[in-house]
């Protein structure tokens, strides 16, 4: 069980000249670029932390450095201890490059000995590094953190705990109360900062479902391609749905069983139930291509991908591109924007084949990690559990993705009646028909009431549809619901409020 730690008031015999004393034969800062101009042994100047990030054992640092003459530099340094944006520090010469570092107490912020719960309500999850520990005389420890999110980001906090906290280690912890938190294991915070990183990797890689579906449809007689292969082929073509058959209950509960999305959890209970599964078949028909292709290996394609992630926000910035925030809200937005696929030019270059084949399960692993990145309790401890997942649909002789995204709004709280505390479910589809052009579609359920909203694109779309809601709205009266708001509009639906991107200041895994 998580242990907790309550807050407790600063002792009056803790004194700040021993403080000081103690910041100040700790820190030393090493400048990474030369001073614009000559600066002697012993002499002070005042700085101000513009931002700052771990790098290995030692933080990166970006400060802005009031000089003798009256003006202002900005320069990167090394520093062995941990600084917030923000903080006002004394810089005292030793060499050209290397200072010590005295923060500038007395224009710091008072630490925090409650917590205003108008700012930060309970539930609200906090992390913090841990700046300073002192023993206390009855076994407990007081620890002085850092904030490193929420809006008090930078101010410092003191609490009392009976854990002897490691200096630099960062903390996560559950708002209980003013003067309690409630630690959250580590590995926790770990797997969703796992599972970003895994993100921004698949969904760099992935490719249209669609096009990848219709472009296997030109290799089902291709003579490089085995027997079993083109059987694998022909099983996953043949289990597409027609758009326009009325799907009863039970077969829509098998095309979401079948998606994709849930194909892990289903081998560890039945293996023998994924033969239809749209990610084993694909995972199947790579088995089949793999051994044929020399030097065809998507683990290295992985591998180099991952590299390449890695790199890639550095470049972005280098060119003025997108940051890698921005690229994890592509990743987490709904619907996922269509990956563009190489052309199949020749139906038995199987190289391509694997390519796409491996571009379509990076997509359903993109909708995978999305749902987990966007499950996840809110400040106000409001439970959110999200399933995204994408089901291709057979038009003609043209594939339809219908991208389809299940949440559930849970509130836990106490206060609440139970009607009030009733689930609230959304229900969002996206696809694109011709001549139709594409539908986006938003449903809220709570209770027995309904609301529902459409977008369509084109402008006679709008009208047509707007025509035939009566239809929709007799069929959800007949089946008990009250509606609530019922209506088509013409365009795209206004973007949804960002997911919970849940990051530390370090980012241990950059």
């Not at 006002?88 to 010590?100: D, G, K, R, Y």
């Not at 590995?187 to 599972?195: V, W």
């Not at 089901?391 to 009607?419: A, G, Y």
């Not at 707007?466 to 089946?479: S, V």
Request: with cysteine; proline share 5%; net charge negative.
């Amino acid at each position: 069980m998580p242990s907790e730690i309550s807050t407790t008031h600063i002792q009056p015999t803790v004194s700040t000249p021993i403080r000081q004393t103690s910041v100040e034969a700790a820190n030393v800062l090493r400048l990474l670029q030369d001073l614009p101009q000559s600066i002697v042994d012993g002499q002070k100047l005042q700085a101000q932390i513009v931002a700052a990030k771990q790098a290995g054992q030692v933080f990166e640092v970006l400060l802005k450095m009031a000089l003798p003459d009256g003006k202002q530099t900005t320069l990167l340094a090394q520093a062995n201890q941990i600084l917030a944006p923000g903080q006002q520090v004394t810089l005292t010469a030793i060499s050209q490059s290397q200072f010590t570092l005295t923060p500038a107490l007395d224009k710091l912020a008072p630490a925090l000995t409650r917590l205003d719960l108008a700012q930060l309500p309970s539930g609200t999850i906090i992390q913090a590094k841990v700046i300073n520990l002192e023993p206390l005389a009855q076994g407990n420890f007081r620890a002085t953190l850092s904030l490193n999110n929420t809006a008090l980001a930078g101010q410092s906090a003191i609490i009392e705990t009976p854990k002897a906290l490691a200096l630099n280690s960062v903390l996560t912890a559950r708002v209980e109360g003013s003067f309690q938190l409630q630690f959250i294991p580590s590995s926790n915070t770990t797997d969703r900062l796992n599972i970003q990183q895994e993100l921004l990797s698949q969904f760099n890689r992935q490719g249209s479902l669609g096009q990848a579906l219709q472009q296997l449809q030109t290799v089902g007689s291709s003579t490089n391609l085995s027997s079993e292969g083109q059987k694998i082929v022909q099983q996953l073509l043949s289990n597409l749905p027609n758009i326009s058959d009325k799907l009863t209950t039970a077969q829509l509960t098998e095309l979401v069983k079948n998606s994709g999305t849930q194909l892990e959890q289903r081998l560890l209970t039945d293996a023998t139930a994924t033969q239809q599964d749209l990610k084993a078949s694909l995972l199947r028909l790579i088995g089949q291509i793999l051994p044929s292709q020399t030097g065809s290996n998507p683990l290295l394609t992985s591998a180099q991908a991952s590299i390449s992630s890695q790199a890639l926000p550095q470049l972005l910035r280098e060119i003025g591109g997108i940051s890698l925030s921005q690229m994890r809200e592509q990743a987490l937005r709904f619907p996922l924007a269509k990956g563009v696929l190489q052309k199949l030019d020749n139906p038995n270059d199987l190289g391509a084949l694997l390519r796409i084949a491996a571009a379509a399960i990076s997509r359903l692993q993109t909708h995978q990690l999305s749902s987990l990145g966007q499950t996840y309790t809110t400040p106000e401890g409001t439970q959110l559990t999200t399933w995204q997942m994408e089901i291709p649909m057979r038009d003609q002789d043209t594939v339809i993705p219908l991208q389809l995204k299940f949440q559930q709004e849970q509130s836990n709280s106490e206060e609440q009646d139970e009607e009030k505390k009733a689930p609230i479910w959304r229900l969002e589809l996206s696809f694109e028909l011709e001549p139709l052009g594409p539908l986006h579609v938003q449903v809220n359920l709570k209770n027995e009431e309904i609301s529902s909203k459409l977008w369509a694109e084109f402008a006679q779309t709008a009208v047509y549809v707007n025509k035939e809601l009566h239809i929709l709205r007799d069929k959800l009266l007949a089946a008990g619901l009250n509606i609530k708001e019922l209506e088509c509009l013409q365009g795209t639906p206004p973007a949804a409020p960002k997911a919970a991107i849940e990051q530390r200041w370090i980012d241990d895994l950059a």
